[in-house]
C-alpha cells in the first residue's frame, strides 16, 4: 500500500510540477479531470493503508472475545463477543480519520499549495467530521450505555474508559474545524472564497450542535433522567436557534438566519409528531411555554434590528 502510495505521489509531482502539459489531455479538457484522479487516489491509498489496519486489529480483538455458551438443559450452544471491541474500531477509526484530515491540510497549507489538493482535503476532512458525528458519536453512545448497564457483565468487563474515551476524541475534532478555516484563508483559494465560508459556518455550527447535543443526552443518561431525547434536547434546540438569529443578524450573515429557521422548524416538527406522544403534561407546557417565549424573543429581535438586514447580506 506504501509503494502504491508513493507511485502515485511520484505521478502527482510530476504532473504538478510540468509546465508542458500533455496535448491530448488539453483538447479533450482532461486536464483537470486527471489532476483530481491522481490526487485522490493518492490519498485514498495513503489512507486506507492505515485505515485497514485498524478494522482488522479490533475485529480480531472481537473474534478472539467469543464465549460458547452451553445450555445442558435446553440443549444448545450460543456463542456471543464482546461488542464493545466493534464499537472501538469505529471510535478509534474516526479519530484517525479526523487526525489524517488535519495533517493533509497542515501539509497542503505548508509545502504543497495546491488548490486542488486543497479542495480535495477540504472535501475529505468534512466527510470525516460528518463520519465522526453520525458514526463516532454513535459508537460511543453504545460504549456509554453498554457501561452503564454493564451488558453481559457475567462474562465481558466495561471500565469507565468506555465513557472517558469520548473526550479524548473531541480532542481530534477541534484541529480539522481549525485546518479547514486556515486553508480557506489560504490566497490560491479566493476564488472559492465566499461559498467555503459559507460552508464552514454551517459545518462549524452543525458540528458544535451535534456534540453539544450528544453531552447533553449522555449527561441525563448518566443522571438517569427518563425520555433524555425529548424535553431538553427541544429546549436546547430551540435556544441554539435563537443563538444562530442573533450572530445571524449581528454578523449580517444571511445563511446563518436561514439555519436557525430550519433548526427552529426541526424543533417544532421534532416536538408535534416525537416528543408529545410520551410526555406528561407539565412537561409538554414547560417546552411548549419555553419555545413559545424563544419565537417571541426572534420575533422582537427582528423588528428591533431589522435596518441591520438588508438583501445583499455579506457571507
Not at 102 to 124: D, G, P, Q, R
Request: proline share 1%; charged share 15%.
Amino acid at each position: 500500500s506504501l509503494l502504491c502510495t508513493v507511485a502515485f505521489s511520484a505521478i502527482a509531482y510530476i504532473h504538478f510540477s510540468t509546465k508542458d502539459k500533455n496535448s491530448f489531455l488539453k483538447r479533450k479538457n482532461l486536464e483537470t479531470v486527471f489532476s483530481y484522479i491522481i490526487s485522490a487516489a493518492a490519498i485514498f491509498l495513503l489512507y486506507n493503508s492505515f485505515k485497514l489496519e485498524i478494522d482488522s486489529y479490533w475485529n480480531q480483538r472481537y473474534n478472539a472475545s467469543m464465549i460458547n455458551i452451553i445450555d445442558k438443559k435446553e440443549g444448545y450452544n450460543t456463542a456471543i463477543y464482546n461488542a464493545d471491541y466493534l464499537h472501538y474500531s469505529t471510535v478509534i477509526g474516526s479519530m484517525y480519520s479526523l487526525l489524517f484530515g488535519s495533517i493533509l491540510i497542515l501539509c497542503n497549507t505548508k509545502w504543497i499549495k495546491n488548490k486542488t489538493v486543497a479542495l480535495f482535503s477540504i472535501a475529505i476532512s468534512v466527510l470525516f467530521v460528518l463520519a465522526f458525528l453520525s458514526q463516532g458519536l454513535y459508537a460511543l453512545g453504545y460504549l456509554r450505555s453498554d457501561y452503564l448497564q454493564q451488558t453481559d457483565a457475567k462474562y465481558f468487563s466495561h471500565s469507565a474508559w468506555s465513557i472517558g474515551i469520548k473526550y479524548i476524541a473531541l480532542l481530534f475534532v477541534a484541529p480539522v474545524i481549525l485546518s479547514i478555516y486556515r486553508q480557506i484563508q489560504q490566497s490560491y483559494m479566493e476564488a472559492h472564497k465566499p461559498l467555503l465560508r459559507v460552508g464552514f459556518d454551517l459545518l462549524l455550527h452543525s458540528t458544535i450542535l451535534w456534540i453539544a447535543n450528544s453531552e447533553l443526552i449522555a449527561i441525563l443518561e448518566i443522571q438517569g433522567v427518563q425520555n433524555a431525547d425529548k424535553l431538553a434536547i427541544s429546549i436546547f434546540w430551540g435556544i441554539y436557534a435563537l443563538l444562530l438569529i442573533g450572530m445571524g443578524i449581528y454578523k449580517n450573515k444571511t445563511h446563518l438566519r436561514i439555519a436557525a429557521f430550519v433548526l427552529f422548524a426541526a424543533t417544532l416538527i421534532k416536538l408535534f409528531f416525537y416528543d408529545i406522544a410520551e410526555l406528561s403534561t407539565i412537561a409538554k407546557t414547560i417546552v411548549f411555554v419555553t419555545l413559545g417565549i424563544l419565537l417571541l424573543i426572534i420575533s422582537f429581535l427582528y423588528n428591533k434590528f431589522k435596518h441591520l438586514i438588508s438583501p445583499t447580506d455579506e457571507t
